[in-house]
């Protein structure tokens, strides 16, 4: 199959729309590397090393309309990353872009002294020695200090979040020089009457006191606070801040024409009708992001969408349903019914994430 590349880079590229267009599928460039071989990649996403067969998912091409998207060049990027330090701040979906980042680059250094990954409670570092380059992950799923905050127990029923504490948080991202903020997840409804507790003050200082409220309400409250340190304490002529978009579930199989009851199991082929969008895709938590991040630009910061919503949603293939590692045994109800169980959230790799990382890259390297 034909595989064309447009010029790379060029001035035209500035005013191409990346997040509109379709998925080729391409099975000569894709994919950009081995899951089964990539030594840093995660279990929960490694869905041909837990028995997925039709490999399928990894061969699309994200095409944009009019335009191409820069080709990933690992090596270009880690001499971008040269003594310095990249980190993805959020949660899950976030973590999965992280990997898929990692095993992009990880390729490319082929000596394995030269790259080590460190766990050190929320933090996970990988890091390419060559290049003294730094690409880290830092679990804070809602910004703000939160009781979701234990990287490996954060399943609560019900979320709190520490109105006014970021600094636990923002302590380790304070000296990065690029910053992928994501965080959707968490702030969706599980439920329809699913709410929340904002807590004001401490109990060390006996001023405590917890309100309820909508989810939506807390994220503006914990985009409020993110927005205030930014504005503090990011140097603009040092750090690059990024917010992802949202990443669309693919739960509700009737939004494209199939059985609820199936959520996303044994879907082999993206959505192909352009524009499609999902009923069920929450694009007003993002719109929310963009308006408080706009506040930011008088002081000449400038936080850069990575608009991956659309994209991802045509791709309800992508998703490891039962093909991961489950960390929890599976019930007799469960393995009766695979649907109960079935990932519809996270993404396989290699797959969608890539993409968002060639949106990623192409900002850092050209725009």
């Known amino acids: ?41 995660f279990p929960e996403v490694a869905c041909d090393k837990y028995g997925r067969k039709d490999v399928m998912y990894q061969h699309w091409r ?14 270009k990027l880690l001499e971008k990353l040269r003594n310095k330090r990249l980190v993805f701040v959020g949660d899950s979906v976030n973590r999965n872009q992280w990997v898929s980042l990692v095993c992009m680059v990880e ?14 409670g929320s933090l996970i570092s990988f ?3 060559e290049y003294n380059a730094t690409i880290d992950f830092y679990w ?15 399943r609560v029923e019900y979320r709190i979040i520490r109105a006014d504490r970021i600094e636990k948080h923002a302590s380790v991202w304070r000296d990065a020089d690029i910053i992928v903020f994501n965080s959707y997840l968490r702030w969706r409804k ?16 006996g001023d405590a006191r917890l309100d309820e409220m909508e989810m939506i309400d807390g994220f503006e409250i914990a985009l409020k606070k993110l927005t205030e340190w930014l504005g503090e304490n990011i140097d603009k002529n040092k750090t690059r801040i990024f917010f992802a978009g949202s990443s669309p579930t693919h739960s509700w199989a009737s939004n494209w024409g199939g059985e609820d009851s199936n959520k996303c199991l044994n879907e082999t082929e993206p959505i192909y009708k352009i524009g499609y969008k999902a009923a069920t895709t929450d694009y007003s938590l993002m719109a929310k992001a963009k308006s408080y991040f706009k506040t930011l630009e008088p002081k000449g910061i400038h936080v850069q969408i990575l608009n991956i919503t659309e ?16 960390f929890v045994p599976l019930t007799k109800e469960q393995i009766a019914n695979p649907a109960s169980y ?3 959230t996270h993404w396989c790799l290699p797959g969608v994430p890539d993409v968002w990382n060639e949106f990623l890259y192409g900002y850092l390297m050209y725009k």
């Open 140 to 154: 804070s799923p809602l910004l703000v200090e939160s009781n979701s905050d234990n990287p490996i127990i954060h």
């Open 127 to 129: 890091k390419a020695l």
């Open 311 to 326: 994209l991802s949603d045509y791709r309800k293939d992508g998703h490891p349903t039962v093909f991961r590692r489950q």
């Open 190 to 205: 599980q439920k329809d009457d699913m709410r929340m507790k904002v807590m004001y003050g401490s109990f060390e200082d």
């Open 342 to 344: 079935a990932d519809c």
């Open 1 to 41: 199959m034909a595989v064309e590349h447009g010029r790379q880079g060029d001035a035209s590229e500035e005013e191409c729309n990346w997040s509109r267009g379709r998925w080729v599928y391409d099975n000569v460039s894709r994919p950009l590397y081995s899951g089964l071989k990539c030594a840093f990649i």
């Open 62 to 75: 994200w095409q944009p309309h009019g335009c191409d998207l820069p080709r990933f060049d690992a090596t």
């Open 107 to 120: 390729a490319s250094i082929p000596d394995d002294r030269l790259k080590i990954r460190i766990f050190n």
